[in-house]
């Protein structure tokens, strides 16, 4: 990683993990492969803003720490991209079993529980169905009733008008976003190095 951290893959330790590394790869990683309109790709950092502010208008009143989960919902995605969900499912259990194990560290580093319960996984998944809808019909050249049929309605009064940003503003949005949940939750991210054991 660009902070210098050395992330084992196969056993990450939340000792490794970074905000400023995943900010740094989600903006960098493009939603639908890039194949989008536009001058720049729409990032997964900026889709997780957008997700984080859709599971907020869903769930009024949801606490700092579940729309902190909901801001690194695609966390793990720093270091593996963001591959398209059909060829996730051929990968099978073990591309879950891989990417579970990634996000239980980053949990575990931002406070959270290193499972998602399933209320708040269920509510996220319908937030990031929403910007798929979005996204699909506004970039990827999908028209509404394939957007319906595929990622169903979005959220009752919420409307979106997406404008990719640029890689280092796409950047800059996520870590915000990111400390200002982190002090709502009562969480305030540390180095990884103040987690040392020694």
């Known amino acids: 990683m660009l902070s210098g951290r050395r992330l084992d893959l196969l056993d990450p330790s939340p000792l490794d993990i970074e905000i400023e590394d995943i900010a740094h790869g989600l903006a960098r990683v493009a939603r639908w492969n890039g194949q989008t309109i536009g001058s720049h790709g729409f990032s997964v950092a900026q889709h997780s ?29 720093y270091v593996i991209g963001d591959m398209i969900s059909p060829f996730k499912a051929a990968l099978g259990v073990n591309y879950s079993a891989f990417e579970d194990r990634l996000e239980a560290a980053i949990h575990i580093r931002f406070g959270l529980p290193p ?34 049929t595929l990622f169903g309605r979005p959220p009752k009064g919420y409307s979106l008008a997406i404008e990719p940003l640029p890689t280092a503003a796409a950047e800059a949005q996520y870590l915000h976003r990111f400390h200002v949940l982190s002090v709502a939750a009562g969480f305030e991210a540390e180095p990884a190095a103040a987690f040392s054991t020694e």
């Open 49 to 77: 803003v957008v997700v984080e502010e859709i599971a907020a208008h869903m769930q009024p009143g949801l606490e700092p720490r579940w729309r902190l989960a909901a801001l690194l919902h695609d966390a793990p995605e």
């Open 115 to 148: 499972k998602t319960p399933p209320a708040i996984k269920t509510l996220l998944k319908k937030a990031d169905r929403a910007c798929a809808f979005f996204e699909a019909t506004q970039l990827a050249g999908f028209n509404p009733e394939e957007s319906l």
